[in-house]
């Protein structure tokens, strides 16, 4: 199966802007890879922030935005918050299987 | 409140079996997409399985595919996981979702030891 790949680790400053990619073995990321981003804390379940590239639900902050970037799924963080520093992952469709990245241990500081 | 509870981890010898279920509230189950996924201690979020609403398609990961088996139970609002053949690196927390609507049980651990 196909391996998606994303940063081991970043780090943001308060009010900084960074942004986490997610690239496929298989090539391009399009919007038919239905790139998800989901954000996970210590303790709680996964939470899904974008899906579809670049839909929000509700609980998703305005300060988080997806999108195809240089072949890759993005998400964007502005204005970052210390309530942001967590894991993130994105999960990509292969017409089957769907396969998760390795994850980004978002840093805070 | 919109929820999934995940039951039936625990712990089990390799080579040993366990059905993980999966119950809805306050939505109708049969209406999605399910998926499980797991994550194993120290490791990432892994997409294990999932199952269309009517039960008629189904994925898996490699490394379950002759050893695990998706199922559901619209009319008991309900998902399955049967697990057999069970290795150490099953060793997970697993959770059921439908992850495109967010939905997110709060999962279940098993361990194989």
């Known amino acids: 199966q196909a391996v998606v790949t994303q940063e081991p680790s970043l780090t943001v400053s308060p009010g900084g802007t960074v942004t986490l990619t997610c690239g496929s073995s298989?090539?391009?990321?399009?919007?038919?890879?239905?790139p998800y981003w989901l954000q996970r804390k210590p303790g709680q379940a996964p939470r899904t922030l974008i899906y579809?590239?670049?839909n929000k639900h509700t609980w998703t902050p305005a300060r988080f935005t997806g999108s195809l970037l240089g072949g890759k799924a993005a998400l964007t963080l502005s204005d970052a918050q210390p309530e942001d520093e967590a894991e993130y992952y994105c999960l990509l469709y292969y017409s089957g299987p769907w396969v998760f990245g390795g994850g980004t241990k978002l840093t805070v500081l | 409140e919109v929820q999934l509870v995940e039951s039936g981890g625990g712990l089990v010898q390799p080579g040993g079996s366990l059905r993980l279920s999966c119950s809805a509230s306050e939505f109708t189950l049969s209406r999605l997409w399910m998926s499980w996924v797991r994550q194993a201690p120290g490791k990432g979020l892994e997409w294990v399985a999932n199952i269309k609403e009517d039960g008629s398609e189904y994925s898996y990961v490699d490394s379950v595919k002759g050893r695990f088996i998706i199922s559901r139970d619209n009319a008991k609002n309900s998902l399955f996981l049967q697990m057999n053949s069970l290795r150490v690196e099953d060793t997970a927390v697993y959770f059921c979702a439908n992850v495109k609507s967010g939905i997110w049980g709060p999962g279940t651990l098993v361990t194989v030891s």
């Open positions: 579809d590239v670049t």
């Open positions: 298989t090539g391009v990321v399009t919007s038919g890879h239905y």
